[in-house]
């Protein structure tokens, strides 16, 4: 009986929990990278005592990755050599975590995943309760199996009707951000659904989860429906820890309803500095950009670069922009080439390199210069998030990317979409 | 009794410490760097027992812990604050940051104030303004977090189970 997240902790419990209460679980699995696994190992080694099950323990390289930097370079051989020191079974350079983590079904219905990683809210797209921690956390996790969590009061956002042709999920993401603000969701389960919701496919309900992050959510839930399973039988190994129980609300006690008609919405924008100063497209078109940056665990799947494709078949992106495009894990970018999207995209004069977080955290593969504005598909525009502090990031959808990407300057998609279709 | 470093509202991680400088561990070297570009004069001139004062939703963003570590080896007391992002309440608490979460106290102390802050009490006092506030209570669970000094402390001494007991 209850919202979402109290209905998944209630069975990890044993007992109807309910919002307010704190409770030590059991965790499923404990994610962390290559950026906060050196911490956790520390942690680790001054509690003094053995990892309590290695296969829960999950580590991947992505955040500098490959090394940018001999310092970069050391922190991977430390985890290297502690991976093989401790025999841990699962060591991933396969792409950004929390994709390679729902490709490789560490994510499913019900579980419990932690990660040393803000964006690890991105697991609730499957029913799943995700959240980042801290790496202390996750060394201590490592040792106990457990974590303490305050059950978290929800808020509901019920999202009615069909959004229209070259408006996507991440349009969609972005306006809510704004709607409930950057400290909006802080402490609370934000549940996702409704008939916009329902109708779905999964790479971009991932979308509303991994943004929660930015509004200071705890988690971001979308309840498992036959999507979701269709998703783990088809495209992941999960298939043998099923049966999945398709969890949801019963009877919920939400905080706030928050109800959204997203048939009239338009292209939006995240401008420069904050998630939530956000615009429709319409309003800042027109302004310069020198980087078109599409990749990150928000907007790098395979369905993403196959619209960016699309609109760049045939064309030319514009000579004075950077345009860099990150594949999110090495299978989106194996089934990319298969199918000649990558061609596609360097013809047009898109730079695509390895798999990994690149520039969205400004180590590698895209940093911005002073003055510089870039046009992203990330989910974070932090002031120096990618370089330079006097440089500028705006959030959008891998459309609008890619119709940025064409001229050099912040275009609605729509245009080059309705050319496609004549 | 420590000066006053305010910050305004939804302070992220990338401003306490940029990702670029997130490459090393170390306490004393992420210091160096706390803050450098929305007040890079901290860093230089900070004194320890000074106290951080930040506005609403302190700490959002990035679940780095090297945002409160650099805080802490910068030898600050503490850190007041209107509110706490989630992730940096937690980390602060298990790296044995001291947190205060206390609106009436932001408000009223500005830059450079003379601070006295008693942190088993949870009482601010501004010596400049001559004022005391209250903070917020911190629930008995972290208070154990708080009182052996961090998560790694008290996993030494005990089992986790005795966390909620």
Request: proline fraction near 5%.
């Amino acid at each position: 009986m209850g919202t979402l997240v109290e209905e998944i902790f209630s069975r990890k419990a044993g007992r109807i929990v309910k919002a307010g209460e704190i409770l030590l679980l059991d965790v499923d699995y404990i994610m962390s990278h290559d950026n906060t696994t050196p911490l956790a190992i520390r942690a680790f080694r001054e509690i003094g005592k053995p990892i309590l099950d290695k296969n829960r323990v999950v580590i991947h390289l992505d955040h500098a990755y490959p090394a940018p930097n001999v310092l970069a370079a050391e922190n991977h051989r430390r985890i290297f050599d502690f991976v093989k020191e401790q025999e841990l079974p699962h060591l991933f350079q396969q792409g950004v975590c929390h994709q390679v983590m729902i490709e490789e079904g560490f994510v499913t219905p019900g579980s419990i995943v932690i990660g040393a990683d803000s964006h690890s809210n991105t697991y609730g797209a499957l029913g799943a309760f995700g959240t980042g921690l801290g790496s202390t956390e996750i060394g201590v996790a490592w040792v106990t199996g457990k974590c303490w969590f305050k059950v978290p009061e929800t808020i509901r956002v019920e999202l009615h009707g069909r959004t229209q042709a070259g408006v996507y999920a991440k349009d969609v993401m972005i306006y809510i951000a704004g709607l409930l603000g950057m400290d909006g969701g802080t402490y609370r389960s934000v549940e996702f659904g409704g008939e916009y919701i329902d109708q779905l496919p999964l790479h971009e309900r991932i979308i509303f989860p991994n943004m929660s992050t930015e509004i200071g959510a705890k988690c971001g839930l979308i309840a498992a429906d036959q999507v979701t399973l269709d998703y783990l039988d088809n495209e992941t190994p999960a298939k043998g820890k099923g049966p999945f129980e398709q969890i949801r609300p019963a009877n919920p006690r939400y905080e706030r309803l928050l109800e959204l008609d997203v048939s009239t919405l338009a292209p939006q924008v995240a401008c420069h500095p904050d998630v939530d100063n956000v615009k429709p497209l319409e309003q800042v078109e027109g302004l310069e950009v020198q980087e078109v940056y599409i990749g990150t665990c928000t907007n790098a799947r395979y369905e993403d670069l196959e619209i960016v494709a699309n609109m760049l078949r045939g064309r030319k992106v514009n000579p004075f922009t950077r345009v860099i495009v990150t594949p999110a894990s090495a299978r989106i970018y194996k089934k990319a080439l298969q199918n000649g999207l990558i061609e596609i995209l360097m013809d047009a004069g898109c730079t695509v390199t390895g798999t990994g977080c690149g520039a969205c955290i400004g180590r590698h593969g895209g940093i911005l210069a002073p003055g510089e504005r870039a046009l992203t598909t990330m989910n974070r525009n932090f002031i120096g998030r990618m370089g330079s502090p006097l440089s500028e990031i705006y959030l959008a959808s891998p459309a609008t990317a890619a119709a940025t990407a064409l001229t050099g300057r912040i275009t609605d998609p729509r245009e080059y979409l309705m050319q496609n279709a004549e | 009794m420590g000066k006053a470093w305010t910050f305004g509202e939804n302070m992220n991680t990338d401003e306490i410490i940029p990702g670029r400088y997130n490459i090393t561990i170390d306490p004393l070297e992420l210091a160096r760097n706390v803050f450098c570009e929305v007040k890079p004069e901290y860093a230089k001139n900070v004194k320890p027992g000074d106290v951080i004062v930040g506005g609403q939703n302190f700490g959002c963003g990035s679940s780095r812990e090297h945002a409160p570590i650099a805080i802490k080896g910068s030898q600050a007391k503490c850190v007041i604050a209107a509110s706490f992002a989630r992730i940096f309440f937690r980390n602060a608490i298990n790296i044995g940051l001291p947190i205060l979460e206390c609106p009436e106290a932001v408000a009223g102390i500005s830059e450079g104030d003379e601070i006295d802050v008693d942190l088993a009490s949870g009482e601010i006092s501004n010596h400049t303004n001559g004022h005391r506030y209250q903070a917020r209570p911190l629930p008995d669970f972290v208070l154990k977090i708080a009182e052996a000094g961090g998560i790694v402390n008290f996993l030494k001494e005990h089992d986790i189970q005795e966390l909620l007991r």
